[in-house]
């Protein structure tokens, strides 16, 4: 690495948590995209009971805007999943 700034220090950790951003917040739109787009999945649309596949697309919608909201906040996998479970409560 000869360009002074990948060396600096702290531009690793910069360059990943950014990184990271970028990923979940991807990811939240993918999940909003795949229930309400016209990519829709087959793990949701064969679901054909009302009463299960409303709550659950809800459930998926407040989840995606979740990952957009707090992209940059330092998300992990234990917060993805601690947030997903407070969701479906």
Known sequence: MTF???????????Y?????ADSYGYAGTEI????VGDSK????TSV????????MERALIKMGIFL??????????SAVTRAFR???A
């Open 16 to 20: 990943l948590d950014g990184v990271m």
């Open 32 to 35: 909003i995209r795949r229930v």
């Open 41 to 44: 999945v087959m793990e949701v």
């Open 86 to 88: 407070g969701i479906l």
């Open 48 to 55: 054909t009971d009302p009463d299960i596949r409303i709550p």
């Open 4 to 14: 002074p700034l990948y060396r600096a220090e702290g531009f690793c950790r910069a």
């Open 68 to 77: 957009i909201r707090e992209r940059e906040s330092g998300l992990n996998g």
